[in-house]
T-cell receptor
Framework: AQKVTQAQTEISVVEKEDVTLDCVYE???????LFWYKQPPSGELVFLIR??????QNEISGRYSWNFQKSTSSFNFTITASQVVDSAVYFC????????????FGAGTQVVVTP | DVKVTQSSRYLVKRTGEKVFLECVQD?????MFWYRQDPGLGLRLIYF???????EKGDIPEGYSVSREKKERFSLILESASTNQTSMYLC?????????????FGPGTRLTVL
């Protein structure tokens, strides 16, 4: 069975602070994919990143960065110099190669950025 | 850009009514999915479809059915709506059957059952 845990329910920061969202996963698959999605107040999930289990390189995209550590089964997401527009719910998700493309989502972390 | 649209953003229905939620994607994707989202539970998969007229149960199919008569359209049906089906419903699509392609989501339908 696959499982994704996002232990942080809500994180509140002041604009320009950095914020790190934790994601811990469990899977028996040797090949799997990890995703992060953003859900702004409008409701639509926006795809942020897809990472396969063989690629442990960290990735940076603008103010976003991701730290994938297979040894600890974690795929953490950092927003640097947060902005009010970063206020959203962020979901981590996992898909194994035996899962027919189905995604297992974590419960989500609400990020609130205040000016 | 991939576009997934859902027929309604907000819907209010009465207990016992039959409810149809429609989803359309414009990218010729093979896979389509229906999720429901509840606070503290994330997204849970209700049903998915990997081809026309094909469907598979997800994690919480009870009380729901689906229909996929055309590749671009995937409908979620609540045969007899109940108050515990009040939720946000999200549709998604992805390109290929059996793969781990990225799923693209619609804007969601917030359903309230009174």
């Amino acid at each position: 069975a696959q499982k994704v845990t996002q232990a942080q329910t809500e994180i509140s920061v002041v604009e320009k602070e950095d914020v790190t969202l934790d994601c811990v996963y469990e899977t028996r698959d040797t090949t799997y994919y990890l995703f992060w999605y953003k859900q702004p107040p409008s409701g639509e999930l926006v795809f942020l990143i897809r990472r396969n289990s063989f690629d442990e390189q960290n990735e940076i995209s603008g103010r976003y960065s991701w730290n994938f550590q297979k040894s600890t089964s974690s795929f953490n997401f950092t927003i640097t110099a947060s902005q009010v527009v970063d206020s959203a719910v962020y979901f981590c998700a996992l898909s194994g190669t035996d899962s027919w493309g189905k995604l297992q989502f974590g419960a989500g972390t609400q990020v609130v950025v205040t000016p | 850009d991939v576009k997934v649209t859902q027929s309604s953003r907000y819907l209010v229905k009465r207990t016992g009514e039959k409810v149809f939620l429609e989803c359309v994607q414009d990218m010729d994707h093979e896979n389509m999915f229906w999720y429901r989202q509840d606070p503290g539970l994330g997204l849970r998969l209700i049903y998915f479809s990997y081809d026309v007229k094909m469907k598979e149960k997800g994690d919480i199919p009870e009380g729901y059915s689906v229909s996929r008569e055309k590749k671009e359209r995937f409908s979620l049906i609540l045969e007899s709506a109940s108050t515990n089906q009040t939720s946000m419903y999200l549709c998604a699509s992805s390109p290929s059957f059996g793969s781990t392609d990225t799923q693209y989501f619609g804007p969601g339908t917030r359903l309230t059952v009174l």
